[in-house]
C-alpha cells in the first residue's frame, strides 16, 4: 500500500496533503491569468492605438478589467496558500526556510507592485494619455514574470535542493547560500515550461470564449479580433513548449530517475525500454497491465537509441518511490496528450492562415478551439500533479520526508472543510463578477464597441485622443 495511506503514517499527513492539493489546484487556476493576461491586453491596446483601432481598445480595456478580477481573487487564494506553508509543514519552514526562504520576499514585493500597476493601468483608461498609459502597462507582465519566477524558483528547490550543507545525521543546514539556492538545477526547466504554460493557457482560454460566440453566430469583427490575438499568441508558444517539454523529460531522465521511472512506469531497469500508455502498475508485483505499448520508444526518447538503459523502480526500495505511480503516470500520459492535440489545433490554424490568410470557420475547428483552453488547464493540473507527487516521498528531495515535515496539531480535516467553503464561495463570486460584465458588455455591443455605459473608456473621448496622437 502507498506510504500515504500507511498506519505508520502521521495521521496528520492526508487531510495535510489533501488540503494543500485542494488549494494549489484552485489557485492555479488564477496564476496564468494573472501572468499572461496582462500581455495578451496589452498587445490589444498597441493594436488599437497604432491602427486607431476602436475594437481592439475595447478588448483591452475588458480584458483589463479581468485580469483585475483575476489577480484580486488569487491573492485571496495565494495568501491562504502561503499561511498554508508554514501551518502544514512546520518541518519545511521551520528548518529549511533561510535557505529558501528569500523567494517568498521576493514575491511579495513583486505581487504589491503589480497589484499597484494593475490598478494604475485600469483607473488610467480616459485618464492618461492614450500611450502613457499604454507605456505604464508595460512593466505588469514582467513584475508578473518575477512574481512567477520567485515560486517557481522555491518549488525547483524542493525538488533539486542546493544552497546549504545538510547538518549531521540530518540535522539542521549550514552554510546556506540562498542566491545558490534560488538558481537550483531544475529552475531553468521549471520556470520555462510554466511560463509557457500560462501563456498557452490565457491564450487558449481567452480565444476560447468567442470561438464560443463564433458558434452561436456572432461572427463580427470583435469575436474574430477576439479571437485571433490570444489564440495566435498561444499558437507561438505551442511549439516552444512542446521543444521544452521534450528537454525537461531528458533532464528528468539524468538527474531525477527515481521520478522519470514513474511518469513513464518503467518497471524493470534496463536497454529497449517501451513507451508505455496509460495502463496500471501494480505495486504490488511492480508490473503494468493494460495500456498501449511501443517498443523501445522510451529509450529511444530518452537517450536517442533503443539501447540506452533505462533506471526501473525495480531499483528503488518500495518506501523511496512516489507515493502513487500510477498517479505520476497518468498525469503525465494527460499533460502530454494534451500538448500533443493542442499542437495539431496550432498547425491546423497555422495551415490554413498560410494557404487562405484568414482563420478556419468550419465548425469544427472552432468546437476543437472552444475547446482548448479547458484542455489546457487539464494539462496544467496534471503538470503540476506530476512535479509534486512525483516527488514524493520527499519534500525536500533526497533531504526531508514530506511525512517528517508535516505538523503535529490535530483539527487539518476542520481547516480543510474551511478553505474548501472559503474557495467555493471565491469561485462562485468570480464566475458571478464575470458573467456581470459580460452581460453588461454584451449591452454595450449592440451599440458601436464604445461602451459609452461603462465606467472607463475607451469611449468617444478616448477615439478623439487616439485620433490626436497617432502619428
Wanted: hydrophobic letters at 50%.
Amino acid at each position: 500500500m502507498v506510504d500515504w495511506l500507511a498506519a505508520t503514517e502521521p495521521a496528520q499527513l492526508l487531510p495535510a496533503r489533501s488540503q494543500m492539493a485542494f488549494t494549489l489546484m484552485f489557485h492555479i487556476i488564477l496564476v496564468p491569468l494573472g501572468v499572461a493576461l496582462p500581455a495578451i491586453m496589452l498587445i490589444a491596446e498597441h493594436r488599437g492605438l497604432k491602427r486607431r483601432d476602436l475594437v481592439a481598445l475595447t478588448l483591452a480595456r475588458r480584458w483589463s478589467h479581468a485580469a483585475g478580477l483575476t489577480f484580486a481573487v488569487g491573492a485571496v487564494s495565494g495568501t491562504v496558500l502561503s499561511f498554508e506553508m508554514g501551518l502544514l509543514w512546520p518541518g519545511l519552514t521551520g528548518k529549511y526556510g533561510d535557505v529558501f526562504g528569500l523567494p517568498f520576499a521576493i514575491e511579495g514585493i513583486a505581487f504589491f507592485l503589480e497589484a499597484i500597476l494593475v490598478a494604475i493601468y485600469i483607473y488610467g483608461w480616459r485618464r492618461l494619455k492614450p500611450w502613457t498609459h499604454f507605456k505604464l502597462g508595460l512593466p505588469i507582465p514582467f513584475v508578473a514574470m518575477v512574481g512567477a519566477f520567485s515560486i517557481i524558483s522555491a518549488n525547483s528547490w524542493m525538488n533539486t535542493p542546493a544552497g546549504f550543507t545538510p547538518g549531521p545525521n540530518g540535522g539542521w543546514p549550514t552554510n546556506i547560500d540562498p542566491i545558490a539556492a534560488i538558481f537550483n538545477k531544475a529552475l531553468p526547466y521549471e520556470f520555462l515550461h510554466f511560463i509557457c504554460a500560462a501563456y498557452m493557457a490565457a491564450g487558449f482560454t481567452v480565444a476560447s470564449v468567442y470561438a464560443v460566440g463564433w458558434l452561436r453566430g456572432r461572427r463580427d469583427r470583435y469575436h474574430r479580433l477576439g479571437f485571433l490575438i490570444p489564440f495566435t499568441v498561444a499558437a507561438i508558444i505551442t511549439p516552444v513548449q512542446m521543444v521544452i517539454g521534450d528537454l525537461i523529460a531528458v533532464w528528468l531522465f539524468k538527474e531525477m530517475p527515481v521520478k522519470f521511472a514513474a511518469m513513464e512506469v518503467v518497471t524493470t531497469s534496463g536497454t529497449h525500454q517501451p513507451e508505455i500508455f496509460f495502463g496500471w502498475y501494480d505495486e504490488a508485483t511492480n508490473t503494468v497491465s493494460g495500456g498501449l505499448s511501443i517498443p523501445n520508444l522510451n529509450s529511444i526518447l530518452a537517450g536517442n537509441s533503443p539501447d540506452t538503459y533505462v533506471q526501473g523502480l525495480d531499483t528503488v526500495a518500495l518506501a523511496d518511490r512516489p507515493s502513487n505511480v500510477n498517479i505520476v503516470h497518468w498525469a503525465f500520459d494527460v499533460m502530454v496528450g494534451i500538448g500533443s492535440l493542442l499542437m495539431l489545433l496550432v498547425l491546423w490554424f497555422a495551415w490554413h492562415w498560410w494557404r487562405r490568410r484568414t482563420m478556419p470557420q468550419s465548425k469544427v475547428f472552432l468546437w476543437c478551439a472552444a475547446a482548448a483552453g479547458v484542455l489546457t488547464y487539464v494539462a496544467i493540473e496534471a503538470g503540476w500533479i506530476v512535479t509534486e507527487v512525483g516527488r514524493q516521498p520527499w519534500i525536500v528531495y533526497g533531504f526531508e520526508r514530506t511525512s517528517g515535515a508535516v505538523t503535529k496539531a490535530d483539527g487539518v480535516w476542520a481547516t480543510f472543510a474551511v478553505v474548501v467553503v472559503l474557495y467555493l464561495l471565491l469561485a462562485v463570486g468570480t464566475i458571478t463578477v464575470l458573467r456581470v460584465m459580460s452581460r453588461r458588455w454584451r449591452r454595450a455591443d449592440i451599440g458601436d464597441f464604445l461602451d459609452e455605459t461603462a465606467p472607463y473608456g475607451p469611449r468617444t473621448e478616448a477615439a478623439a485622443d487616439v485620433e490626436r496622437s497617432a502619428p
